[in-house]
């Protein structure tokens, strides 16, 4: 046998022999009743390094393309490609199917409009929670010239608000929020958490009142069940929990 017919037949062999993932998604189309919501099954050739969004990607092209699903930035900072990854919110693009169990199950995020399949509407969700919670600086700071220089900001209170300020607005936090589930009106620990970020803001005018007053019932931080299932798929590793506990006593020291 000559080395190019051993290095074909060593080629059939790999290719004979690739494994194959299964992946199995929800399928659902609201605007086609007809069609009841079902579980449909898809397999890719697993590759190294193979991320959810790749393997979805694949399937669309080659396969399937009237599967939905979301993705912009595919590097972890959009936060489009959220879904249930066997239950489990989480990004598509940081997953890998090495550590996934095959067949692996994914359905779209719970508590939010569902556009078809895996793809749902968080933005319209998000931009009612921001206007409700007045998501953005008010005061002087915002009426200066915009060519005028900020003022110096101490660059440990900078680097606090980067920090909350991490938040891509993926919604799974919401989708693992037992609260959010059960209360239509709760703001979640994303709401929370950027209003906590507005607060430590010295361009912003408002007193602790005016904040409080936005979140003191049971669909801001007294609606929190404190489970943590916020904080435990945040995909950028936000200190949620801490954040609502720390709104919660500041608003009793200001009872008190």
Same mark, same amino acid.
């Given at each position: 046998?000559?080395?190019?017919?051993?290095?074909?037949?060593?080629?059939?062999?790999?290719?004979?022999?690739?494994?194959?993932?299964?992946?199995?998604?929800?399928?659902?189309?609201?605007?086609?009743?007809?069609?009841?919501?079902?579980?449909?099954?898809?397999?890719?050739?697993?590759?190294?390094?193979?991320?959810?969004?790749?393997?979805?990607?694949?399937?669309?092209?080659?396969?399937?393309?009237?599967?939905?699903?979301?993705?912009?930035?595919?590097?972890?900072?959009?936060?489009?490609?959220?879904?249930?990854?066997?239950?489990?919110?989480?990004?598509?693009?940081?997953?890998?199917?090495?550590? !996934?169990?095959?067949?692996?199950?994914?359905?779209?995020?719970?508590?939010?409009? *569902? $556009? /078809? &399949?895996?793809?749902?509407?968080? %933005?319209?969700?998000?931009?009612?929670?921001?206007?409700?919670?007045?998501?953005?600086?008010?005061?002087?700071?915002?009426?200066?010239?915009?060519?005028?220089?900020?003022?110096?900001?101490?660059?440990?209170?900078?680097?606090?608000?980067?920090?909350?300020?991490?938040?891509?607005?993926?919604?799974?936090?919401?989708?693992?929020?037992?609260?959010?589930?059960?209360?239509?009106?709760?703001?979640?620990?994303?709401?929370?958490?950027?209003?906590?970020?507005?607060? !430590?803001?010295?361009?912003?005018?408002?007193?602790?009142?005016?904040?409080?007053? *936005? $979140? /003191? &019932?049971?669909?801001?931080?007294? %609606?929190?069940?404190?489970?943590?299932?916020?904080?435990?798929?945040?995909?950028?590793?936000?200190?949620?929990?801490?954040?609502?506990?720390?709104?919660?006593?500041?608003?009793?020291?200001?009872?008190?």
């Amino acid at each position: 046998m000559n080395q190019l017919q051993g290095s074909l037949l060593a080629s059939d062999r790999t290719s004979s022999e690739a494994e194959l993932f299964t992946l199995e998604v929800l399928r659902c189309n609201p605007e086609d009743s007809s069609v009841q919501p079902h579980w449909q099954r898809y397999s890719v050739e697993l590759s190294e390094g193979m991320t959810l969004f790749i393997a979805l990607s694949e399937i669309r092209e080659q396969q399937d393309p009237s599967l939905q699903f979301d993705f912009v930035c595919r590097a972890g900072i959009c936060g489009s490609c959220a879904m249930l990854i066997n239950g489990r919110p989480g990004l598509a693009c940081r997953t890998l199917l090495s550590s !996934l169990p095959s067949p692996t199950r994914l359905a779209p995020l719970p508590g939010f409009a *569902l $556009i /078809g &399949d895996l793809s749902v509407d968080t %933005g319209r969700w998000m931009r009612s929670m921001s206007e409700r919670l007045q998501i953005w600086v008010e005061g002087a700071a915002t009426e200066r010239d915009p060519c005028e220089v900020e003022e110096p900001m101490e660059p440990t209170l900078a680097e606090e608000i980067y920090e909350l300020d991490r938040c891509i607005e993926c919604g799974c936090c919401v989708a693992a929020c037992g609260t959010a589930q059960m209360r239509d009106d709760f703001v979640g620990a994303v709401g929370l958490n950027k209003l906590a970020r507005l607060r !430590l803001d010295p361009r912003d005018d408002r007193d602790d009142a005016a904040f409080y007053e *936005l $979140i /003191g &019932d049971d669909d801001g931080v007294f %609606g929190c069940m404190s489970l943590l299932g916020c904080e435990d798929v945040c995909p950028k590793d936000l200190s949620l929990g801490t954040q609502i506990a720390y709104l919660r006593r500041a608003m009793l020291r200001e009872a008190l």
